[in-house]
C-alpha cells in the first residue's frame, strides 16, 4: 500500500502565502509525475501543478508567476509553494502521484486525502 499525506493549508489574507507539503510512503520503488489538484465547492477538481521526476514542471495557467512546484525524490516529497494567494484560490487541494510499486513494479495512481486552503478577502 501506499499513502499521501498533505499538510500546510490553512487560513491566510489575500494576498499572503502558504506551502504545502505531501509526502509518500509505503511499498513504493519509485514515483513518477507527482503532482497538486484542488477542488472548490460546487466545482470539478483541476489541475493546479504536475512536477515529473525529473523535476519539470507544468501549471496551471491561473495559477503561473504565484505558485512554485519542487520535489524531493529522496524524501518521496513535493512542496507546493503558494504566493501571492487570491480567494479565488481557496479550495481543497489534493495530492497526486503515479506510484510504481516495489512488488509488482506496477504503476498505480494515489491521492491525498486533501487538505484545505481558504483565502480571505
Given amino acids: ?6 499538510s500546510g493549508g490553512g487560513l491566510v489574507q489575500a494576498g499572503g502565502s502558504l506551502r504545502l507539503s ?3 510512503s509505503g511499498s513504493i520503488f519509485s514515483i513518477n509525475a507527482m503532482g497538486w489538484y484542488r477542488q472548490a465547492p460546487g466545482k ?10 525529473g523535476g519539470t514542471t507544468n501549471y496551471a495557467d491561473s ?7 519542487s520535489r524531493d525524490n529522496a524524501k518521496n516529497t513535493v512542496h507546493l509553494q503558494m504566493n501571492s494567494l487570491k480567494p479565488e484560490d481557496a479550495a481543497v ?6 506510484v510504481k510499486h516495489i512488488r509488482c513494479g506496477n504503476i498505480y495512481q494515489y491521492w491525498g486525502q486533501g487538505t484545505q486552503v481558504t483565502v480571505s478577502s
Fill in 1 to 6: 500500500q501506499v499513502q499521501l499525506v498533505e
Fill in 93 to 98: 487541494y489534493y495530492c497526486k502521484a503515479a
Fill in 63 to 69: 495559477v503561473k508567476g504565484r505558485f512554485t512546484a
Fill in 22 to 24: 505531501c509526502v509518500a
Fill in 44 to 53: 470539478q477538481r483541476e489541475l493546479v501543478t504536475i512536477v515529473t521526476s
